[in-house]
């Protein structure tokens, strides 16, 4: 009876737009107590946008974008093509001028272009990391113009020049799907990002999640996952990138975003071809139903299976009958169990 009933809720499922991998992916999600976001194209949209471009060393808007276009169009991270498609709307073409691009996960693109050493990325990868030089007013001064942006720092030849800023929206009904899968018993919902601390504040406190980390890099997100394993909680982890991959392996159930890459997708035990949140919640309700169905089932099969053995014992019925009576049993309950998933 129970593997009719998850044939049809995998059915079902791959009908709302989710692919379950296997059928203990159910019983995993059902059970699991913690969530983990990341933020980019899970929380907020797969599509994030430029708003504004800052110079700081005289150079002009559009040759900032240009070179940062010409920099960022090898890779297809979403903040890379946000920077692309700005600069195509802006009509600003670019010849490649710069040598072979050095991708840096989670960091930032380094380069050579006519000889000068190019880097654009995150602020812990241009001051930290490559040692860029910038006026502490001057980024004070952009730090503030950033207020709830994702800035990206270009620099050549260890000066910064300008800064893009990145707007990455939170996605339609977020609030609404954290709020239901707390409902749901969800304890713990928590958003881990590369972002600065700053813009993952305005995130997580938007999102309503009950906890988030910043700054973080592949490995990072990997350990915590790992540590909140060794707490005890079962842990189902969503993501949609590369970075994402490690963490999504780790844990007791991994979820990607159908507009993902594709790595995450291999790793993944369950893709949900849709980006809205709303399905994880329709999968989390559906997997506490399955579980509920197949706990009342085994214990109906036990009860049934040992009144018919008693009754065949004592010769109140005989064997035939005890046959027939098992396996239209069996067909009942099994009917029972997909009627849900049939309506």
């Known amino acids: 009876t129970g593997s009719v009933a998850v044939m ?25 107590d913690t969530i983990v976001f990341d933020k980019t194209g899970t929380l907020t949209e797969a599509q ?52 072979a691009v050095e991708y840096i996960v989670a960091h930032g693109i380094a380069s050579s272009i006519e000889g000068r050493r190019a880097i654009i990325g995150s602020a812990h990868f241009v001051f930290e990391d490559e040692g860029a030089q910038l006026e502490s007013d001057i980024k004070e001064r952009i730090e503030s113009q950033m207020q709830g942006l994702s800035p990206l720092y270009l620099a050549v030849d260890g000066k910064v ?3 893009l800023g990145i707007e990455d929206p939170l996605k339609p009904g977020v609030r609404e ?14 958003m881990l990002t590369g972002d600065s601390e700053r813009t993952a504040a305005r995130i997580a406190r938007e999102a309503g999640v009950d906890e988030f980390k910043a700054e973080l890099l592949p490995e990072d997100k990997y350990a915590y996952v790992e540590q909140i394993k060794r707490e005890g909680r079962h842990v189902a ?22 507009g993902g890459s594709d790595i995450a997708k291999e790793v993944a035990d369950i893709i949900l071809t849709d980006t809205d949140l709303a399905a994880i919640v329709r999968l989390r309700r559906m997997s ?3 579980i509920d169905r197949l706990t009342s089932s ?9 009144a018919l053995l008693a009754l065949g014992i004592t010769g109140t019925i005989a064997p035939q009958a ?12 099994s009917l029972g169990n997909a009627k849900a998933y049939l309506r």
């Open 177 to 190: 799907a954290i709020a239901d899968l707390h409902a749901l018993g969800v304890k713990h919902v928590i």
């Open 48 to 99: 994030p946008r430029l708003t504004c471009v800052l110079t700081t060393d005289g150079w002009s808007e559009d040759e900032i974008l240009r070179l940062s276009a010409c920099l960022e169009e090898h890779f297809p991270h979403p903040v890379a093509r946000a920077v692309v498609n700005a600069a195509r709307e802006r009509g600003l073409e670019h010849r490649e001028r710069h040598a």
């Open 237 to 258: 982890m969503v993501g949609d990138g590369v970075n994402d991959s490690p963490a999504l392996g780790l844990a007791d159930v991994g979820l990607a975003m159908g």
């Open 322 to 333: 005890s046959s027939l009576l098992h396996n239209g049993s069996t067909i009942a309950y």
């Open 288 to 290: 506490q139903g399955l």
């Open 161 to 163: 020049v300008g800064v």
């Open 8 to 32: 049809t809720a995998m059915s079902y499922a791959a009908k709302m737009g989710v692919m379950v991998k296997g059928a203990k992916y159910f019983e995993s999600f059902a059970k699991a």
């Open 298 to 306: 085994y214990s109906k099969v036990m009860l049934t299976n040992s």
